[in-house]
């Protein structure tokens, strides 16, 4: 069985598997607005995408509007995307995502 990670992310805990290749592929341009940095609505957008590729694996339910309409905060946003993409072998474990504001 493939590793998993637990993410919190609106109140819930979400177990998550690593990406698949296809899920990769599809979130490759938000992934990249992403790691530019934290704080505009098309980064906070790119962020719920990704979070959305990983939690509807398991979850259906977490649609992408499903993401959006959550209440969170930012640490948890950075912190779920961190998790995904670590987990996904798209940053070494250790290592900070390129951008400086991943990291609340």
Request: glycine share 8%; with cysteine.
């Amino acid at each position: 069985m493939a590793e998993q990670a637990s993410i919190p992310y609106g109140g819930r805990v979400f177990r998550v598997r690593p990406l698949t290749l296809r899920q990769i592929r599809d979130i490759l341009p938000a992934l990249n607005i992403a790691a530019s940095g934290f704080g505009t609505a098309e980064s906070m957008q790119a962020c719920a995408v990704i979070i959305a590729a990983a939690l509807g694996r398991d979850h259906p339910e977490m649609t992408l509007d499903a993401v959006l309409d959550c209440e969170t905060a930012p640490s948890e946003i950075t912190g779920a995307v961190n998790a995904i993409v670590t987990l996904s072998g798209l940053v070494p474990a250790g290592e900070a995502p390129a951008g400086s504001d991943w990291t609340p």
